[in-house]
């Protein structure tokens, strides 16, 4: 059979499509192997029974139970969900916002894709315009959401090497200044995959460069606050007319509900909601029919403060220690964990690309992702490829601690083979 170009695109290899589909696979088996290059969130005990509470009560409730399931919402998502996720915000964030400024769309994956081509690409002026992302490795599903082509142009970034084998990405604001055709300013924060949170001066100075160059900035919230709060640093929550915030109801411990939201001006909500309309009429009421009540109480941001957050910070410490331990007097660094579910690991003395690591790991059952997934629009010369791009890997610690100590040993043994 013959596809279009864009089923040519849409069905090429990727990583995205390598990770969910060893997720799939994982998840699937008898003998599940040690899964520690997804991005499924924990199953926090404390979350569960929240979640498990919630669904009681909205079965329990008439009027909840047909928005759930026999009522299609606003193209823009369920409105009283919206109305009280404006009022969180108002009074926890001091953001300006109300329900015309919130859109929900299937997945905050579904939304950067809505997003990124409702911005980028190719513009009525004839003008070709992209997303700059700011500083790179950042996250694996940017890559191919382009409908017309490649959407990104990126930039390497700073490394600043810190004691006891940490280093920590910085942005690079010199190598911004020559950026053109930029559609949007985007990076995560919490970046998936390092862990590495923004500090204020540095959203301030993309802030800044975002007026500068006529563009909005959009921030990936999906690990941030004020909810999950999967952040163990200081870092303030921003958003004014010119910054588009996305959000999403995963990591909470939901990434089965498929509920991404996007913090916008009017007119891009306005936007959002017409192309839900046309390629799917609405958005499922699953997710803001469940939360809604968690939403207008706080109870979320009490759940993240009090549970979610500590149960990454002490596992992310876990992880770090068996790291310690299974690599030892290896030459070898890590990002400093500052949030997020993950470890990237710096190998620069490895003997092998962190592709052909991934494989011979996955040959012993232990599935992470190579790092060279992770670097969406940098645009670089054979003769001047960066070969730091191939020797990173990113692991998940939100696996059960059995696994994760496992799995690391197993990467600690298959790295000493190959260190040069």
């Known amino acids: 059979m013959q596809f279009s170009r864009f089923g040519e695109r849409f069905t090429r290899h990727t990583g995205a499509v390598e990770l969910m589909t060893d997720l799939g696979a994982a998840m699937a088996a008898d003998l599940p192997p040690m899964m520690l290059g997804g991005g499924n969130p924990a199953h926090i005990p404390e979350m569960l029974a929240v979640f498990r509470e919630q669904f009681r009560a909205v079965l329990g409730d008439d009027r909840d139970f047909r928005r759930l399931v026999a009522d299609y919402p606003d193209p ?36 950067f894709f809505l997003l990124f081509n409702l911005l980028a690409g190719p513009q009525p002026d004839g003008a070709d315009r992209r997303i700059l992302l700011p500083l790179t490795p950042e996250y694996i599903g940017y890559g191919e959401l382009g409908v017309t082509g490649d959407l990104f142009i990126a930039r390497r970034p700073a490394i ?3 004691p006891d084998r940490l280093f920590k990405y910085r942005v690079d604001f010199a190598a ?87 913090v916008a001006r009017p007119e891009i909500v306005a936007a959002l909601g017409a192309m839900t309309a046309v390629t799917s009429l609405a958005v499922g009421s699953v997710g803001p029919v469940l939360l809604r009540e968690l939403v207008a109480s706080g109870q979320i941001v009490r759940l993240s403060r009090e549970v979610i957050r500590p149960f990454y910070r002490q596992r992310a410490g876990l992880a770090l220690s068996w790291l310690r331990e299974a690599l030892g007097d290896c030459e070898w ?58 020797q990173c890997l990113r692991i998940t610690y939100a696996r059960d601690e059995d696994t994760v100590r496992r799995g690391i040993a197993i990467i600690g043994d298959e790295v000493r083979r190959w260190q040069r």
């Open 160 to 162: 600043e090497l810190l």
């Open 333 to 390: 660094r890590v990002h400093t964990p500052e949030g997020a579910l993950f470890l990237w690991l710096w190998l620069p003395r490895l003997s092998i690309t962190s592709a052909e690591l991934y494989a011979r790991l996955k040959a012993r059952g232990v599935l992470v992702l190579s790092g060279h997934h992770f670097f969406p629009g940098l645009q670089e010369s054979p003769e001047a490829h960066w070969p730091h791009r191939d």
């Open 76 to 111: 823009s998502g369920e409105q009283t969900f919206r109305a009280a996720l404006a009022g969180l915000l108002r009074r926890e964030c001091g953001w300006q916002v109300g329900p015309e400024n919130i859109a929900l769309t299937a997945g905050s994956q579904q939304g």
């Open 176 to 262: 911004l200044e020559d950026a053109r055709n930029v559609a949007a300013i985007c990076a995560s924060r919490p970046t998936n995959p390092t862990g590495n949170v923004l500090t204020d001066e540095e959203v301030n100075r993309l802030r800044a460069l975002s007026r500068r160059l006529d563009v909005p900035l959009i921030l990936d919230n999906a690990y941030g606050l004020p909810f999950p709060q999967i952040v163990f640093t200081d870092a303030t929550p921003v958003w004014d007319e010119n910054i588009i915030v996305c959000m999403s109801l995963s990591k909470l411990g939901l990434p089965g509900i498929r509920t991404g939201i996007v």
